[in-house]
C-alpha cells in the first residue's frame, strides 16, 4: 500500500525544485498523442475494411461452389434439393458468366456478363446499390433486361429511360465453320445501372440466366450456384457439408476464402501502421526514461528512509516500475478518450470528407473495444519497459546519509 501512495505521490508531483513534473507531463502526453493516433488509424481502417466487406457482398456470395474441371457444370435434381435443405442454407442461385465483347454502334467493351436466376437479388446485397433504374432484369419480358455497370453504361452511352437504348453481347461460337457463324449475339436493354465500385462497375453486366445459357450454348450449365446462409450460421461448417456432399470435383469457398488476397493485405496494413506507431511510442518512452532517472535523483532521501525502514531492492524497483506504469497507462487512456471522441464526432459530423465520386461523401470510422485493449495493453508494456532502467538504478542506489540531531 505504501508503494501506491508513493507512487501517486510522485505522479501529481508535490514540491518538486525541479523539471521531473514537467518532463512527466511531456511523455504522458507524447503517449497520449500516439495512443489516439492509433486508436483514430485503428477506426479508420476498421471503417474501410467493413466498407469494402460490405461493397464485396453485392457480388461475393457467403458459399461459391464452382467446379475443377472446366468453367461449367450441372448438378442433378436430387444434388440441388440435398443443397437446399442442409442445415445453414437459407437460398441458392444458380449463376453462368464469362468474358464477352459488348458492342452500341461504334463503342466497343470487353466485359463479364453473368446470367443470374430470379433468387440473385437474395443471396448478393446488389439492389441496394442500383445508381438508376430497378434491379429486376425479369420484369417485362417481352424484350431481354440487363443491369450494367456504371463505368461501363457511360463508356457505351446506355440510357435506362430511352427505349430505343440497346446494346449486342458478342459471345466465341467454338462450333464455327466460318467467319460469318463465329460469334453468337444477344440483344439487351438496360433495365437499371449499378454503382458499387470500379472493379465491379467497370466490368459487370447481369441478364437472365436462360438467355445467357442460349448466348454461350450451355443449356443447363451454370459456372457457381451462390449460397446465402441463415443468421448465425457457421460457414465453415456449411461449406465441410457441402464438400461431402458434392465431392472433390467441386470447390466450395467462403466469402473470405473468394478474397483471400485482399483480406490479408487489408489485415496487414492495418499491423503494419501499427508496429510503426508502437516504434513512435517507443521513441517517445525515452522521454519517460529520463525523467524517471531524474525522479530516481531527486527522492534520493526517500529511498535512503525506505531502506532504512528495511524495504528491499525489489520493492524499490517495484516502486518506481509503478510510476512508469502509472505514467503511461494515464497517458494511453487520455489519448483512447481523446481518439475516442475524435471517432464519434467524424462519425457524426463528417468533419474529414472524400473527395472525388465516392459512394460515401466521408472518411467511414468503426470503432472497437478490442482496439481500445490492444492499445492500453501496448502503452503499459512500453511503461514497463521503459521504467526498468530507473528502477534498477533505484534499487542499487545507496540513498544520502541522514543526520539526526
Same mark, same amino acid.
Given at each position: 500500500?505504501?508503494?501506491?501512495?508513493?507512487?501517486?505521490?510522485?505522479?501529481?508531483?508535490?514540491?518538486?525544485?525541479? +523539471?521531473?513534473?514537467?518532463?512527466?507531463?511531456?511523455?504522458?502526453?507524447?503517449?497520449?498523442?500516439?495512443? =489516439? +493516433?492509433?486508436?483514430?488509424?485503428?477506426?479508420?481502417?476498421? @471503417?474501410?475494411?467493413?466498407?469494402?466487406?460490405?461493397?464485396?457482398?453485392?457480388?461475393?456470395?457467403?458459399?461459391?461452389?464452382?467446379?475443377?474441371?472446366?468453367?461449367?457444370?450441372?448438378?442433378?435434381?436430387?444434388?440441388?434439393?440435398?443443397?437446399?435443405?442442409?442445415?445453414?442454407?437459407?437460398?441458392?442461385?444458380?449463376?453462368?458468366?464469362?468474358?464477352?465483347?459488348?458492342?452500341?454502334?461504334?463503342?466497343?467493351?470487353?466485359?463479364?456478363?453473368?446470367?443470374?436466376?430470379?433468387?440473385?437479388?437474395? $443471396?448478393?446485397?446488389?439492389?441496394?446499390?442500383?445508381?438508376?433504374?430497378?434491379?429486376?432484369?425479369?420484369?417485362? %419480358?417481352?424484350?431481354?433486361?440487363?443491369?450494367?455497370?456504371?463505368?461501363?453504361?457511360?463508356?457505351?452511352?446506355?440510357?435506362?429511360?430511352?427505349?430505343?437504348?440497346?446494346?449486342?453481347?458478342?459471345?466465341?461460337?467454338?462450333?464455327?465453320?466460318?467467319?460469318? #457463324?463465329?460469334?453468337?449475339?444477344?440483344?439487351? %436493354?438496360?433495365?437499371?445501372?449499378?454503382?458499387?465500385?470500379?472493379?465491379?462497375?467497370?466490368?459487370?453486366?447481369?441478364?437472365?440466366?436462360?438467355?445467357?445459357?442460349?448466348?454461350?450454348?450451355?443449356?443447363?450449365?451454370?459456372?457457381?450456384?451462390?449460397?446465402?446462409?441463415?443468421?448465425?450460421?457457421?460457414?465453415?461448417?456449411?461449406? %465441410?457439408?457441402?464438400?461431402?456432399?458434392?465431392?472433390?470435383?467441386?470447390?466450395?469457398? #467462403?466469402?473470405?476464402?473468394?478474397?483471400?488476397?485482399?483480406?490479408? $493485405?487489408?489485415?496487414?496494413?492495418?499491423?503494419?501502421?501499427?508496429?510503426?506507431?508502437?516504434?513512435? &511510442?517507443?521513441?517517445?518512452?525515452?522521454?519517460?526514461?529520463?525523467? &524517471?532517472?531524474?525522479?530516481?535523483?531527486?527522492?534520493?532521501?526517500?529511498?535512503?528512509?525506505?531502506?532504512?525502514?528495511?524495504?528491499? +531492492?525489489? #520493492?524499490?524497483?517495484?516502486?518506481?516500475?509503478?510510476?512508469? $506504469?502509472?505514467?503511461?497507462?494515464?497517458?494511453?487512456?487520455?489519448?483512447?478518450?481523446?481518439?475516442?471522441?475524435? =471517432?464519434? @464526432?467524424?462519425?457524426?459530423?463528417?468533419?474529414?470528407?472524400?473527395?472525388?465520386?465516392?459512394?460515401?461523401?466521408?472518411?467511414?470510422?468503426?470503432?472497437?473495444?478490442?482496439?481500445?485493449?490492444?492499445?492500453? =495493453?501496448?502503452?503499459?508494456?512500453?511503461?514497463?519497459?521503459?521504467? $526498468?532502467?530507473?528502477? %534498477?538504478? +533505484?534499487?542499487?542506489?545507496? @540513498?544520502?546519509?541522514?543526520?539526526?540531531?
Amino acid at each position: 500500500m505504501l508503494i501506491q501512495k508513493l507512487a501517486l505521490k510522485y505522479l501529481l508531483g508535490g514540491k518538486s525544485l525541479n +523539471a521531473v513534473p514537467i518532463l512527466s507531463r511531456i511523455s504522458m502526453i507524447a503517449i497520449a498523442v500516439g495512443s =489516439c +493516433a492509433m486508436i483514430v488509424l485503428f477506426s479508420v481502417f476498421n @471503417g474501410f475494411d467493413g466498407l469494402i466487406k460490405e461493397l464485396y457482398k453485392a457480388f461475393y456470395p457467403e458459399i461459391k461452389i464452382t467446379t475443377t474441371r472446366g468453367k461449367f457444370f450441372s448438378l442433378t435434381p436430387d444434388t440441388m434439393d440435398s443443397i437446399r435443405h442442409l442445415d445453414g442454407v437459407m437460398q441458392m442461385t444458380r449463376v453462368l458468366e464469362d468474358n464477352v465483347l459488348l458492342s452500341n454502334g461504334e463503342d466497343q467493351q470487353v466485359a463479364r456478363l453473368k446470367g443470374v436466376d430470379k433468387q440473385y437479388t437474395e $443471396v448478393n446485397n446488389l439492389a441496394q446499390y442500383m445508381y438508376d433504374g430497378n434491379a429486376d432484369i425479369y420484369e417485362g %419480358r417481352h424484350q431481354e433486361n440487363a443491369i450494367v455497370g456504371l463505368h461501363l453504361a457511360n463508356k457505351l452511352g446506355l440510357d435506362v429511360h430511352n427505349a430505343f437504348s440497346w446494346f449486342t453481347v458478342y459471345y466465341p461460337n467454338t462450333a464455327a465453320a466460318n467467319l460469318t #457463324t463465329a460469334f453468337h449475339s444477344l440483344l439487351l %436493354r438496360p433495365t437499371g445501372i449499378f454503382r458499387v465500385q470500379d472493379e465491379f462497375d467497370d466490368t459487370y453486366v447481369l441478364a437472365s440466366l436462360n438467355a445467357v445459357q442460349e448466348l454461350f450454348a450451355q443449356p443447363g450449365k451454370m459456372s457457381s450456384l451462390e449460397i446465402s446462409l441463415l443468421e448465425g450460421a457457421d460457414p465453415h461448417r456449411v461449406k %465441410r457439408n457441402l464438400q461431402t456432399i458434392l465431392g472433390d470435383a467441386y470447390r466450395v469457398e #467462403t466469402r473470405y476464402e473468394q478474397n483471400k488476397t485482399l483480406y490479408m $493485405v487489408m489485415q496487414a496494413e492495418k499491423w503494419a501502421v501499427y508496429a510503426i506507431l508502437v516504434l513512435v &511510442l517507443w521513441i517517445a518512452s525515452f522521454n519517460m526514461t529520463g525523467a &524517471l532517472t531524474m525522479l530516481v535523483l531527486e527522492k534520493q532521501k526517500d529511498i535512503s528512509i525506505l531502506k532504512a525502514m528495511g524495504a528491499e +531492492a525489489a #520493492t524499490l524497483r517495484k516502486l518506481f516500475i509503478t510510476e512508469g $506504469v502509472l505514467w503511461s497507462f494515464l497517458g494511453g487512456l487520455l489519448g483512447i478518450i481523446t481518439g475516442t471522441l475524435l =471517432c464519434w @464526432g467524424q462519425q457524426k459530423f463528417h468533419w474529414v470528407t472524400l473527395e472525388g465520386a465516392f459512394i460515401i461523401d466521408a472518411y467511414p470510422v468503426t470503432l472497437r473495444f478490442g482496439d481500445c485493449l490492444i492499445v492500453i =495493453c501496448t502503452v503499459v508494456v512500453i511503461g514497463l519497459l521503459a521504467s $526498468v532502467f530507473p528502477a %534498477r538504478k +533505484a534499487a542499487k542506489t545507496a @540513498g544520502v546519509s541522514l543526520s539526526i540531531s
